[in-house]
């Protein structure tokens, strides 16, 4: 569900659910009646009429607060894609590049602060990249790949985990078709839940600004450079909102921002779904889930690079 509106030459947008314009499970249809559209509709339409008298974003460092629609993002494009080992070997790089996890950094690499704990697990009831086995026939399994903020393990296959001399494959070989190779592809990456509820998390943020809805992004070909913008973001003062923002943008580099990482959610967590991860040439498509709630990251640069 969007909505755009045009006043003097400005163009806004809100979307529900998001990201990626809308959100997918492997369910039934009680998930659409779960997405509860009708009940957002005029929220929507309000929040879309309010941007155009919000606030621009302000621009400097300031604590980040992502709601998980952003934060599912973030982790595919800084987390996911990254610990695909076939890019950290060099044999996947034609499609979005390599990654700066290259093997020396495995079980001793400083990723993100302690609050930071990812997994790839293929086995999370609903989650779009949920199955039995892969197509190496690899059971369905989790994998830690940060673990309490250190590089623990790759997304690998069987050849790719044994030139690493790694027991077994993470579980991720697959196809998107019959006439398609395999090759190593994210299942559901999630952020596992930390000690916060989600409305804590803002009310403990003195000064900051929340933001959710992505609108935009940009990262590098090692997936360490990145940039991110939003539909709406919000002030934060003292621990309540105070301005509608519009237009909000961050950007970092991958380990320092994972590294900022101070508060997980465990209250608001839920699996998005993404049916349009693409890679390698020629391109193969694939469904992919993320399950996260709400995280703060400190010091984030936002606004525009003076």
Not at 54 to 79: F, M, N, R, V, W
Not at 185 to 192: A, G, H
Not at 258 to 264: F, K
Request: charged residues 25%; neutral net charge.
């Amino acid at each position: 569900m969007s909505a755009i509106a045009v006043k003097d030459g400005e163009m806004q947008a809100r979307s529900y659910p998001s990201p990626f314009r809308g959100d997918f499970a492997t369910n039934g249809y009680e998930f659409f009646e779960s997405l509860k559209l009708v009940d957002h509709a005029k929220r929507l339409g309000q929040e879309l009429l309010k941007l155009f008298e919000a606030q621009k974003c302000p621009s400097g460092e300031t604590d980040l607060i992502l709601y998980g629609d952003q934060l599912a993002l973030q982790i595919h494009e800084s987390c996911g894609h990254p610990t695909e080992l076939d890019r950290a070997l060099g044999t996947e790089a034609d499609y979005a590049g390599t990654s700066f996890l290259t093997p020396e950094k495995l079980g001793k690499f400083k990723y993100g602060s302690e609050k930071v704990s990812i997994v790839a697990d293929a086995t999370v009831p609903r989650g779009l990249g949920t199955f039995g086995y892969d197509d190496e026939g690899t059971c369905a399994k989790k994998v830690h790949l940060i673990k309490e903020g250190i590089f623990a393990n790759y997304q690998s296959s069987r050849e790719t985990a044994a030139e690493l001399k790694r027991k077994e494959s993470s579980g991720g070989m697959r196809a998107d078709s019959p006439l398609a190779l395999p090759i190593i592809r994210m299942t559901n990456i999630n952020l596992l839940p930390g000690d916060w509820k989600a409305d804590e998390i803002v009310e403990d943020t003195k000064e900051g600004i929340l933001i959710t809805t992505n609108r935009s992004w940009s990262i590098d070909d090692r997936r360490i450079n990145f940039q991110f913008g939003t539909e709406i973001g919000w002030k934060i003062k003292n621990g309540s909102k105070e301005g509608m923002i519009k237009n909000p943008t961050y950007m970092g580099v991958t380990p320092q921002f994972w590294g900022s990482c101070d508060a997980v959610s465990k209250d608001d967590r839920k699996m998005w779904g993404t049916p349009n991860c693409g890679k390698g040439v020629p391109g193969q498509v694939m469904y992919v889930g993320h399950g996260c709630g709400t995280a703060r990251f400190r010091k984030v640069r936002v606004g525009l690079i003076k």
